[in-house]
């Protein structure tokens, strides 16, 4: 009786077993590019910028020679007629090799005639810094949430927050991570990570008058980012809503809409 090589063998298995998933990673798009003396940008996402927790990708060369030593500090400004303001930068800017850094931010509102956003990108090189600028434009995506909530010490003074909801690997029947940002405004200009609050989360069907269980509520991971599990049973219509406290009192309550 022959016997199959061991390579045969594995090839046999292989066909015969289930199918094994690649993952597939999304391809760049080039959204802007800007040059400074021997400084060069491109700006790049895998989708249109939007509203909500949004990563974009940042590839620097000096010379048409990759940068692999820079820090890197994102500085988003939305230009309005009377005003300028800024939004959370999420955590640092991370080299990923060959010169490309990857960042990620959380544009609170979209562009309009009202406002324009630019990105700024603070370049550090061996104690020298430079600058570059790049004009982006900002859809609705509908995954973010500002609100504001009275000081307990003061209540005529609102205190200013921006919130987010993202599926960092999209949405499918069954159980999906959840990923929430949470941000003050301590300024115009300035958002840091709130890393105080306590998550509800409560995804519902209101067409069939259901809910889902097994669901876990986002946790705090990393300065103002917190990660959960929902649990989307079926295809249709979802309503997952989000209730924020801190210290056992409510800061907001607000219902994101999926469609599966």
Known sequence: MRRLSPLLTALFLAACGPAIEVPVTPSRTT???????????ELSSTAALTTGLTTVWLKLSENGAPITDATLTLLPVMTMPTKAHACPVVGEVVHEGDGVYRGQLVFQMASADM???SLGAKVVRGG??????????VGDGGLVHAFTVADPMNPAMLKKYVLSVSFPNGTKVGM?????????????MTFP???????????????HGHGSSNNVSPTLVAP???EGQVNFTMPGEWKTTFTAKAAGELMTTKAFDTTL
């Not at 999906?176 to 115009?188: A, E, G, K, S």
């Open 31 to 41: 959204l802007s590019t800007a040059t400074v003396d021997t400084l060069s940008g």
């Open 115 to 117: 406002g324009t956003w």
């Open 176 to 188: 999906n991570p959840v990923l929430v940002t949470l941000h003050r405004m301590q300024d115009m």
């Open 128 to 137: 020298v810094e430079k600058k570059l600028s790049f004009d982006v434009v």
């Open 193 to 207: 990570a709130f890393d105080e609050a306590a998550f509800e989360m409560v995804p519902e069907m209101p067409a």
């Open 224 to 226: 103002g980012r917190y």
